[in-house]
C-alpha cells in the first residue's frame, strides 16, 4: 500500500538531537513506536517520515499538547494516537490500546519550548505570568508550593531539585514575603530570589533559574514520572527493541545513566546527595539492556548555534535484551526522592 509521506518536522519546534535520536533508534522496519513525550510533535512527525508503515502512539499530560497535535493526526492516516496521561504509566496506556509489546521509544525529559514561551502557564520568569508551573491542568500549582510549604521542605526542593547552594536564604525570604501577602506571580518570585542569590557572570543564567527548575520538578513529580517510564519501558519492549532518552540537566541524566548501567550489569552508584541512600551501590544480575551509545551524545556546535535551548541537551540510549523484566530498582526510585537534607553546612 503507497502512503503519503509525512513531511519531516519544520518551523520553531524541531526537538533537539533529532539526527541523533533518530539513529539511535533505527526505525526502518520497525512497526509501533512511542513518543512519551510528544510535546510539539517533532520526533513522531521525524519517526512517521522515516518509515512510511511505521505506527506512532504519542502520549503527553499537557491538555493543549494533545489538542495541537490534531492535524498530525489527521495527516498520519491512521498511523498517529495520541493518548493523554503520563508518560510514567506508558504501559498502562498501550495495553488500553491493546499493545502488548513496542518497538522503540523516545523520551524527552522536561519542559517543552511551547510551554517555556506561555507566559500564562507561568514556567519561565521572563515573560510576568501567573506562578502555575503545572504540565497538566490539576494539581498543587508552584504559588501553591510556594505559599503553603514549611520553610524546611522549599529549602529543600530548591536545593535539590534545583541545585541551589542558597536554598536556605531563597526559603527564608519567600516565608518573609508571603506574610505580607500571597506571591501569586512569576515576576514576584523571580525579584525575591534575586534579592538574595547572587547573578553569576560566568554562566549568565538568572538567579532565580535554579529555584524555578526546583519548583517545576516538584510540582510536576518529573523525575519520579522518569523513574517510572524508565520500568515501564522495560516492561513493554520487545527484545531488540531500543528506548532513546534526552535529558536536559543532571539530576535527569543521572538516573537515565545509572539505569542503564544498572541493567547492563553494573553496579549503581550513590548520589552525591545520598550517600546514606545508596551505602554501597545496588548490584543487578538481570542485563536487561545493552547500551546503543557510548556515554552521552551531545549536540553539535552547529545545533547549539541554532538552537540555544539544546547546550544542556544528553541522549542516552540502550537496546532490551531477551532477559526477563527484573524487579524496579531500588536504588533509581532513591535518585528521584526528595531526601532530608544535612542542616549544617550544606545550603549557605
Known amino acids: 500500500m503507497t502512503r503519503k509521506p509525512i513531511e519531516k518536522p519544520c518551523g520553531p519546534h524541531v526537538p533537539v538531537l533529532l539526527d541523533e535520536v533518530l539513529a539511535a533508534l533505527d526505525l526502518p ?122 520553610e524546611v521542605e522549599l529549602a529543600d526542593i530548591i536545593y535539590h531539585y534545583g541545585e541551589e547552594r542558597r536554598s536556605r536564604a531563597v526559603a527564608r525570604t519567600i516565608i518573609e514575603a508571603r506574610r505580607r501577602g500571597r506571591i501569586e506571580t512569576t515576576a514576584q518570585l523571580a525579584d525575591l530570589v534575586a534579592g538574595v542569590v547572587r547573578t553569576e557572570p560566568s554562566s549568565g543564567i538568572h538567579p532565580a533559574t535554579r529555584t524555578f527548575q526546583g519548583l517545576r520538578i516538584a510540582v510536576n513529580d518529573e523525575l519520579g514520572e522518569l523513574v517510572q517510564a524508565l520500568h515501564a519501558a522495560e516492561r513493554m519492549l520487545r527484545p531488540g527493541g531500543r528506548l532513546a532518552v534526552v535529558t536536559f540537566h543532571s539530576l535527569e541524566d543521572r538516573i537515565v545513566k545509572q539505569f542503564f548501567s544498572a541493567r547492563s550489569g553494573r553496579a549503581v552508584q550513590a548520589s552525591r546527595h545520598m550517600p546514606s541512600a545508596l551505602p554501597g551501590g545496588e548490584p543487578t544480575a538481570a542485563r536487561s539492556f545493552t547500551p546503543v551509545t557510548k556515554g552521552p551524545v551531545l549536540p553539535s556546535d552547529s545545533e547549539t548555534a541554532r538552537n540555544p535551548r539544546s547546550r544542556s541537551a544528553k541522549l542516552r540510549a540502550a537496546e532490551r535484551t531477551d532477559a526477563p523484566v527484573p524487579a524496579p530498582l531500588a536504588a533509581i526510585q532513591a535518585l528521584a526522592a526528595l531526601p532530608e537534607a544535612p542542616r549544617g553546612g550544606a545550603r549557605r
Request: charged content about 20%.
Open 29 to 150: 522496519g520497525t512497526t509501533l513506536a512511542v513518543d512519551g513525550t510528544f510535546g510539539a510533535g517533532g520526533y513522531t512527525r521525524a519517526m512517521l517520515a522515516a518509515d512510511p508503515d511505521l505506527r506512532v502512539v504519542g502520549i503527553d499530560r499537557d491538555p493543549s499538547a494533545i489538542a495541537g497535535g490534531a492535524a498530525l493526526v489527521a495527516a498520519s492516516n491512521g498511523r498517529l494516537t495520541l493518548v493523554p496521561g503520563r508518560f510514567g504509566a506508558l504501559d498502562a496506556h498501550l495495553a488500553d490500546l491493546g499493545e502488548a509489546q513496542a518497538d522503540r521509544i523516545v523520551l524527552d525529559i522536561g519542559v517543552s519550548s511551547m510551554q517555556i514561551d506561555q507566559p500564562e502557564r507561568g514556567f519561565s520568569f521572563r515573560n510576568d505570568g501567573p506562578l502555575d508551573m503545572r504540565m497538566a491542568a490539576t494539581g498543587l500549582s508552584a504559588a501553591d508550593l510556594v505559599n503553603e510549604a514549611e
